[in-house]
């Protein structure tokens, strides 16, 4: 256990769908991130949130929306997905200085696997 | 284009083996990390080694470092079984903590 948590641990959603995706960590954190996984691609960071602010959006579509409500909790709000979005969502957590300089190690949640039909 | 790529992309050796896997980064970095991840779980931390250090150890692992040429290298002594796994460098560019980038990994199969 990494003392960060993910729900569902599956997904499965037709892309007319609205779900969302959670993530809590238990680490005392104040940056949060959402990661996504596809087949044979590298990680890709999607969303950053530092002190609840975002402070990094990757080029991700509208149709993944992040929230933050508190720097314990993270969700990734997903609306009108395509079957390319199919992947492994993976949130982290980690302590960051607020100037967004450096970071410490980040600890990654154990995943959601969304498949979009 | 990628800034951490690792090679080999495959590895498989016998158990008690050790295993060398190698990260070539882009970039100027704060930090250096190496993740393992099993079977499409999430990533277990293994080792962070800053741009100012050469060398780190943890257990049977070692990580060096290598800025001039933007390289860094996981060695895995006396291997087992359970350490098959997929292994990922990850590099946070200079000034720009929280962007951590992270290679397409390694699949390192160990056989008993």
């Known amino acids: 256990e990494t003392g960060v948590t993910q729900t569902p641990r599956h997904l499965v959603m037709g892309m007319t769908n609205k779900k969302s995706l959670k993530c809590e960590q238990h680490?005392?954190?104040?940056?949060m991130y959402w990661y996504k996984q596809s087949a044979k691609k590298p990680l890709e960071l999607m969303f950053v949130y530092n002190f609840k602010e975002q402070t990094e959006n990757n080029s991700v579509p509208s149709r993944f929306s992040p929230e933050c409500p508190n720097s314990s909790h993270l969700f990734l709000h997903l609306h009108t997905l395509q079957p390319e979005d199919s992947a492994l969502y993976l949130c982290?957590?980690?302590?960051?200085?607020?100037?967004?300089?450096?970071?410490?190690?980040?600890?990654f949640g154990p995943g959601t696997r969304l498949l979009v039909l | 284009s990628q800034q951490g790529e690792e090679d080999p992309q495959a590895l498989s050796i016998q158990e008690g083996e050790n295993a060398t896997m190698n990260c070539s980064y882009k970039?100027?970095?704060?930090?250096l990390q190496w993740y393992r991840q099993n079977s499409g779980r999430g990533l277990v931390h293994l080792i962070l080694?800053?741009?100012?250090?050469r060398e780190k150890h943890s257990g049977r692992l070692r990580v060096t470092l290598d800025t001039s040429k933007k390289s860094s290298s996981l060695l895995i002594t006396a291997s087992r079984a359970a350490d098959t796994a997929s292994y990922f460098c990850a590099t946070e560019p200079y000034n720009q903590g929280g962007k951590l980038i992270f290679g397409q990994g390694t699949e390192l199969s160990v056989k008993p």
């Open positions: 982290a957590s980690s302590h960051m200085d607020r100037a967004s300089v450096y970071q410490e190690t980040q600890y």
């Open positions: 680490l005392g954190h104040n940056a």
């Open positions: 080694i800053r741009s100012n250090e």
């Open positions: 970039t100027s970095i704060n930090n």
